[in-house]
């Protein structure tokens, strides 16, 4: 299985802030990667796809790049909403695989 | 708008069975794969199973394959996961989630609420 991991685990901002997650596959998966954001108590949204396409209805915020093994999730002027936990996704490959999340933090 | 409700959570014993299911809405469902995800309390999103638009492709998880089976019904809009022999591990918020198209090899645009399963004794 190809493994996903996302960098950091934790991240502490302030609104206004300007924020990358990475995310790192165990081997290539083309731009076969997504990207969900998770707020307590609800389930995943879907924010990006193909690593860069953004989901009809996500603000243009948000925007992700990358292509082969490294990849990252950048937010803009975070708003107090933004704040939430944060999953890439490799779909190049069954099984689908996840990272263990990135838990983005108020400072 | 597109809805996914889930259902047929509940508490059971390590190795018994329970069959979850999803009720679809708001969109052409036997157009699209669908999937399930599970969650464990705390812990991060694990893909489970998932199934093309007529189920002619289907693909699980290791950790579930031989005891959990995935399949819809298209006349009904709806999808279903029978798990056997659970086991306490399996304890978690169970997701339906759309595929953006029609085969497996596709990511989740919407999820349901999920519905909860806990096994324990």
């Known amino acids: 299985d190809i493994q996903m991991t996302q960098s950091p685990s934790s991240l502490s901002a302030s609104v206004g802030d300007r924020v990358t997650i990475t995310c790192r596959a165990s081997?290539?998966?083309?731009?076969?990667l997504a990207w969900f954001q998770q707020k307590p108590g609800k389930a995943p949204k879907s924010l990006i796809y193909?690593?860069?396409s953004l989901q009809s209805g996500v603000p243009s915020k948000f925007s992700g790049s990358g292509s082969g093994t490294d990849f990252t999730l950048t937010i803009s002027s975070l708003q107090p909403e933004d704040f939430a936990t944060y999953y890439c996704q490799q779909y190049n490959s069954y099984p689908p695989t996840f990272g263990q999340g990135t838990r983005l933090e108020i400072k | 708008e597109v809805q996914l409700v889930e259902s047929g959570g509940g508490l059971v014993q390590p190795g018994r069975s329970l069959r979850l299911s999803c009720a679809a809405s708001?969109?052409?469902?036997?157009?699209?794969?669908m999937h399930w995800v599970r969650q464990a309390p705390g812990k991060g999103l694990e893909w489970v199973s998932g199934?093309?638009?007529?189920?002619?492709?289907?693909g699980y998880a290791d950790s579930v394959k031989g005891r959990f089976t995935i399949s819809r019904d298209n006349a009904k809009n709806s999808l279903y996961l029978q798990m056997n022999s659970l086991r306490a591990e399996d304890t978690a918020l169970y997701y339906c989630?759309?595929?953006?198209?029609?085969?497996?090899?596709?990511?989740?645009?919407?999820w349901g609420q999920g519905t909860l399963v806990t096994v324990s004794s």
């Open positions: 193909a690593a860069s």
């Open positions: 708001g969109f052409t469902f036997d157009d699209y794969a």
């Open positions: 199934i093309s638009w007529n189920s002619g492709s289907i």
């Open positions: 989630a759309k595929g953006k198209g029609p085969g497996v090899a596709t990511i989740n645009d919407y």
């Open positions: 081997q290539g998966i083309s731009n076969y």
